[in-house]
């Protein structure tokens, strides 16, 4: 293809050559109107019948909504062009034609459910509302592996199919691996604490997680991207201090960075990355609050997991993110360090937006003994997890880390609805295609 010029940049006075989708046609008789749209936005390209070639006018308006066109000519000044300035063409060539029939409308003019538009997501990412979302995403994600360079992370990728379970438990989707049963990875937890006992010592992965749990809500998914973080030398308070850098990273980011997008979601004006430091509530202060609020059917007592009912109340007495800490050991996974002085009370954490839970996290057990009975507490066999408890006989320094989903930070961040907005081709428990 020939120097391509963005609609954005196309300046009067240029000769250029524009590409993309047809997203409106106008016909006012003598004259007519097409609105070419590329990732940068839109121009008009203007047809006088009477003072074009045939061919090439009936090129132009016979070319269906959303074909993909390229056209040749000179750019002017218009003002009254959705744009300023419109191309006369000299040249028009259609290299994709598109069905008159299309499953969704692009112009965002007719609404289409979320299931239709999932099932048309090629379509559905043409709206500017989809296509800011993601790249909102985007820009999340390099703000947050800039974050870590800048803290000494070194990005790693593990396997995600694996001989065990991270947890253990059911929710694992079995693979067959050349005739031996294997699964999906839950989390790279064990791996990326393997790798704090080796010369990286501080590392983070950006990557997939599969959990077969039988969800089916607006922010469940069966397929996640997290963000997962681990360090040797730290402790849980430290980490939570780098769980918190991150976040404000990418809210950061995302004000400096992505007004435009911000302003076609209707939330620039109230869009604000948080300053402050996030409250670090105990968990008991946290079930204390929860039931002063009144919202519960029932009191919450010691060793009850956290409500979605209760999240919420608490999130609107918090009125932002906040932590939550000294979780009871026995809801909390075998790798998270008890308190020496208090065995029933773990060092793990979560880190809560008003809406939701966002972040898991916690100072991890690195001596071999108490790790092992960690496992034999949980009912877990430790012989199955041997690559990993064996390495915890050979020097694992402390450490501590956490995790948080891609998806529920964007949809928290962007106050989406449905947790299947913050991701291109959601998996869940109907949807396997596309």
Sequence with gaps: MQDRTFTADAEPGDHATVAGWVHEIRDLGGIAFLILRDKTGKIQVKFEKDEMDDDLVETGLGAHRESVVQ???????????????????????????????????????????????????????????????????????RAVREYFRSVGSTEINTPKIVATGTEGGTELFPVTYFGREAFMNQSPQLFKQLMVGSGLERVFEVGPIFRAEEHNTPR????????????????????????????????????????????????????????????????????????????????????????????????????????????????????IQDYDDDPDLSKGFDLMHPRMELVSGGQREHRYDALVEGFEQQGLDPDQFEYYTKMFRYGMPPHAGWAYG????????????????????????????P
């Design 71 to 141: 056209v040749t000519g000179d750019v002017e000044e218009e003002e009254r062009a959705p744009t300023g300035v419109e191309v006369t063409p000299e040249s028009m060539q259609v290299l994709a034609d598109a069905d008159p029939e299309l499953p969704l409308d692009p112009s965002g003019k007719v609404d289409a459910d979320l299931s239709t538009r999932l099932d048309n997501r090629t379509l559905d990412a043409r709206k500017p509302e989809t296509k800011a979302v993601f790249e909102i995403r985007a820009e999340v994600l």
């Design 220 to 335: 469940h998914l069966n397929e996640a991207t997290m963000i997962d973080f681990e360090s040797a030398f730290i402790d849980h308070e430290e980490a939570m201090d780098v769980c918190e850098g991150t976040l404000k990273a990418a809210y950061s980011a995302v004000e400096e960075h992505c007004q435009e997008e911000l302003e076609i979601l209707g939330i620039a004006d109230e869009f604000e990355a948080p300053t402050d430091d996030f409250p670090r509530l105990t968990y008991e202060e946290a079930i204390e609050r929860i039931n002063a609020t009144g919202e519960l059917d029932e009191q919450l007592v010691w060793g009850d997991d956290l409500p979605t009912e209760g999240e919420k109340a608490l999130g609107d007495d918090v009125g932002g993110h906040y932590f939550v800490t000294d979780w009871p050991s026995e809801i909390k996974p075998f790798y």
């Design 406 to 433: 891609v998806e529920r930070l964007v949809m928290t961040m962007l106050d989406l609805d449905n947790i299947r907005e913050a991701v291109l081709f959601p998996r869940d428990r109907q949807r396997l295609s």
